[in-house]
């Protein structure tokens, strides 16, 4: 066999593998990847819909308390990922996940008895504090009990979410156009449901072979590892993903008002934007899941981010057409983030430390969904535009983030490109 036969052949085996990585699931990675799809099968009744809630059975007028909904949840995730993840690599990440996911059903169904919008948003408060131990463990378990590539685990992941969306978005659109002021109680009864059966499939995960062994060679070093083994290139990309998450999760927290409220969207219709939306995530996750490099990463995010950009640019421009808004805001970035930024994370953090690493990652990066609603729902309160100001915002948050993304894509072609030379010295 030639030279370019056995190039050839090397190439197909791997192509084969790569195939064979995608359409087999080990039994952990099956049970992790599951109950993330049950856990947003909860998640889709009850996120686009708790606004509209507040604003329509409770009577609500303000942005910014209609904001809070949105803004509890993840003021409650930047705590509580932080400790949740420190605490993980302590003792380990199954029971936090699971633990996280009993208390995330039980405010569910403890919301079905909220009397007014104070007790809500309490119940919310509590709720998500304590849920929050499966947020960043949720992506870290999935990246530990196979070893298979993280990024094909995050795209699997990524792609079972919205695929939960996709059935759900659809089922809670038509209860929310169909029963009115008891819409909500029938959707938060099928969340808590759909988190119970979450629940029974985490329990039975098992933290394999890759974790004892990561362990293991920790325990032969005789040292803690640092969090970051390359602490700049960690650091942009926190600061990349504040600034990413204050834009997509900023809007997105109003999103439901602006269309459904503002321009009169049916729910039935909004459920179609759901739909297209999570439908084009799914093959953009195993997109990104199929890339590994960190320079391909950022090259396609710089890409991706740049669309951004053009999205709010254009409602920006024309902010009352409905139409246009809900096909150019149903591109969706949180592939990129849920797979090609844990990745990145992944890359730039030890893998002894990866609970911690995810856990400082997610507490600063939602900070920045917080930081987003609060303005947007000031704004918007203070400003004669209304809710039609908070494009103007995005739009500006969409800027910064592409310029950092650039910025970033430079630091890790100069690092490795250094660390390439060296090798070759060497």
């Known amino acids: 066999m030639d030279s370019h036969s056995r190039i050839e052949h090397k190439e197909n085996n791997k192509t084969k593998r790569k195939i064979l990585e995608w359409l087999s699931f080990e039994r952990s990675e099956f049970l992790v990847i599951f109950s993330m799809f049950f856990y947003h099968i909860g998640l889709a009744n009850f996120a686009p819909y708790a606004p509209l809630w ?114 759900m978005s659809p089922i809670s659109g038509t209860i929310y156009d169909k029963f ?39 325990k032969i070093d005789r040292k803690t590892p640092p969090i970051a083994t390359f602490p700049l290139l960690f650091t942009i990309t926190v600061v990349l993903a504040f600034f990413l ?93 849920a797979v090609s930024m844990y990745t990145l994370v992944a890359n730039f953090t030890s893998k002894e430390r990866r609970a911690a690493a995810y856990g400082i990652f997610g507490s600063i990066s939602i900070s920045g969904v917080a930081v987003g609603i609060l303005i947007l729902g000031v704004l918007a309160d203070t400003s004669p535009l209304g809710i039609f100001i908070m494009l103007r915002y995005s739009l500006v948050y969409a800027i910064i983030t592409l310029v950092i993304s650039i910025v970033l894509f430079f630091l890790i072609r100069r690092k490795f490109q250094v660390k390439k030379e060296n090798l070759n010295d060497n």
């Open 245 to 337: 998450q204050s834009t997509m999760g900023g809007f997105w927290a109003y999103n439901s008002i602006y269309f459904i409220e503002t321009l009169s969207v049916k729910g039935i219709h909004y459920s179609i934007f759901l739909i297209a939306t999570t439908m084009i995530a799914i093959p953009i996750s195993i997109f990104f899941g199929n890339i590994s490099t960190n320079k391909a990463i950022i090259k396609t995010a710089v890409g991706y981010i740049f669309i951004q950009n053009l999205v709010f640019l254009f409602m920006t421009i024309f902010p009352r057409n409905a139409i246009l808004g809900l096909v150019l805001y149903s591109v969706p970035l949180y592939p990129f983030y």
């Open 54 to 167: 507040l604003n329509q059975i409770f009577e609500v007028e303000s942005f910014v308390i209609i904001g809070l909904v949105n803004v509890i949840p993840n003021a409650m995730i930047i705590i509580g990922t932080l400790l949740w993840g420190f605490l993980a690599d302590k003792f380990g990440m199954k029971w936090f996940v699971v633990g996280g996911l009993v208390f995330m059903g039980l405010m569910y169904f403890s919301l079905i008895f909220s009397a007014n919008p104070t007790l809500f948003l309490v119940m919310i408060f509590v709720g998500y504090f304590f849920g929050s131990a499966q947020s960043a463990n949720y992506y870290a378990l999935g990246t530990t009990v196979t070893n298979k590539p993280k990024e094909v685990i995050l795209g699997k992941i990524t792609a079972i979410t919205s695929v939960a969306w996709i059935i």
């Open 180 to 218: 009115g002021d008891s819409a909500m109680d029938i959707q938060l009864i099928i969340a808590s449901i759909g988190l119970l059966v979450a629940v029974i499939l985490a329990s039975l995960v098992k933290e394999n072979r890759q974790r004892k062994q990561e362990t293991n060679d920790q």
